[in-house]
T-cell receptor, first 114, second 116 residues
Framework: AQSVSQHNHHVILSEAASLELGCNYS??????LFWYVQYPGQHLQLLLK??????LVKGIKGFEAEFIKSKFSFNLRKPSVQWSDTAEYFC????????????FGGGTRLMVKP | NAGVTQTPKFQVLKTGQSMTLQCAQD?????MYWYRQDPGMGLRLIYY???????DKGEVPNGYNVSRLNKREFSLRLESAAPSQTSVYFC???????????????FGPGTRLTVL
């Protein structure tokens, strides 16, 4: 069975700091990869996704993620965070040959101090 | 387009009570999903429906039942609620049941359920 690990459970940054959130998955086959964001009191929204092609994926709000197949990783980055980026971030994976079921990481709670 | 809607937003139950969470989508999606979200555990799949008329168990189905009423609606029922079912429940939908290109899932606003 596939699993997804997000090693940073809580991250606190000051505005303008750079962000990198780690995501590793365990599955040897072809995968689709996602980052979702959940702002306080809101539902999950898709930040970015990787299906194929360029392993550097750009999403909304200045976020990007890089798929490194050899490391089974899909880390999320943003060069300069804003207070409005305070949210919980979830990495998710689905295996191409296992239907469309998502396996989520445990989430990383990001707080950006103004 | 409302996207994915869920009712109710909040619910408090006593142990042993039953209730049904409702979910509807207006995106003409074929597949629908129910997840629960618990602190530090991300979201875990309870049940899903690949298409109208079909349902399958996910990772944590015990204590739940589902009904795919029609293409738009997918309900989740707790027959006899237990404190371990205190959680936030999210419904999601996708165009297709397979993990293909651009087949991301869209989520509803969630139902916060407390079982006393």
């Amino acid at each position: 069975a596939q699993s997804v690990s997000q090693h940073n459970h809580h991250v606190i940054l000051s505005e303008a700091a750079s962000l990198e959130l780690g995501c590793n998955y365990s599955y040897g086959g072809t995968v689709n990869l996602f980052w979702y964001v959940q702002y306080p009191g809101q539902h999950l929204q898709l930040l970015l996704k990787y299906f194929s092609g360029d392993p550097l994926v750009k999403g909304i709000k200045g976020f990007e993620a890089e798929f490194i197949k050899s490391k089974f990783s899909f880390n999320l980055r943003k060069p300069s965070v804003q207070w409005s980026d305070t949210a919980e971030y979830f990495c998710a994976v689905n295996a191409r040959n296992a239907g469309n079921m998502l396996t989520f990481g445990g989430g990383t709670r990001l707080m950006v101090k103004p | 387009n409302a996207g994915v809607t869920q009712t109710p937003k909040f619910q408090v139950l006593k142990t042993g009570q039953s209730m049904t969470l409702q979910c509807a989508q207006d995106m003409n999606h074929n597949s629908m999903y129910w997840y629960r979200q618990d602190p530090g555990m991300g979201l875990r799949l309870i049940y899903y429906s690949a298409s109208e008329g079909t349902t399958d168990k996910g990772e944590v189905p015990n204590g739940y039942n589902v009904s795919r009423l029609n293409k738009r609606e997918f309900s989740l029922r707790l027959e006899s609620a237990a404190p371990s079912q205190t959680s936030v429940y999210f419904c999601a939908s996708s165009i297709r049941p397979t993990a293909g290109d651009h087949n991301e899932q869209f989520f509803g606003p969630g139902t916060r359920l407390t079982v006393l």
